[in-house]
């Protein structure tokens, strides 16, 4: 179990800016990895309600259970680490799990973990790089008929993370279009599917 702020700032970028920068950073093939986010939430949309997210994500050779919480501004995000055969049971079962620290802080919410069930998935072709102000990170992601460009910068501190990610922008020419997390993005277009059936 892990529990973490999470201090990031994001930005939406056109298929030709997100190019551009894999370029700068001269991303080869074997620099991506692939992850599946799976959202879930309860009939009431009592996590949404509270801007909070519910998510089991799988790679390669792992898999976790991650609740991410507002917190002072940014996010608070709880997290159960998972082997890769129960985070495939917990997705064919459509639950989580009852026990462990998620569990625990969704109770605290006054939610049940027996309520929660998937609601949607996200599959990200992402790239990383260290850098000395922070991690930037480049994510392709597909969801329902869309795809989508993000840029996100993490960083440990928010002042001075804020002032080298405006910077970075600039730097690179980047318009600033904040984005909207990505369980928001795919809650988005699952409404509208289901809106023209």
Do not use: C
Not at 54 to 81: C, G, M, Q, W
């Amino acid at each position: 179990m892990s529990e973490e702020l999470e201090i990031e700032f994001k930005n939406t970028l056109s298929a030709e800016e997100y190019h551009q920068l894999l370029e700068y950073f001269n991303a080869r093939e074997n620099d991506f990895f692939t992850q599946e986010n799976h959202y879930f939430d309860s009939n009431l949309w009592e996590l949404k309600t509270i801007q909070a997210g519910l998510r089991i994500r799988v790679l390669k050779d792992s898999a976790e259970l991650t609740l991410k919480t507002p917190f002072n501004h940014y996010l608070l995000e709880t997290t159960d680490y998972l082997s890769l055969a129960e985070s495939k049971q917990l997705l064919v079962e459509n639950k989580i799990n009852s026990t462990g620290q998620v569990a625990k802080k969704l109770r605290e919410l006054a939610i049940e973990p027996i309520n929660v069930h998937l609601i949607g998935s996200l599959i990200t072709k992402r790239f990383e790089v260290k850098t000395p102000t922070g991690l930037i990170v480049l994510d392709q992601s597909f969801y329902g008929e869309q795809v989508d460009f993000e840029l996100e910068f993490e960083v440990q501190e928010a002042e001075t993370g804020k002032i080298n990610f405006d910077s970075f922008l600039k730097k690179h020419n980047l318009k600033k279009v904040p984005s909207e997390n990505k369980i928001v993005r795919m809650i988005k277009e699952s409404q509208r599917i289901r809106s023209l059936n």
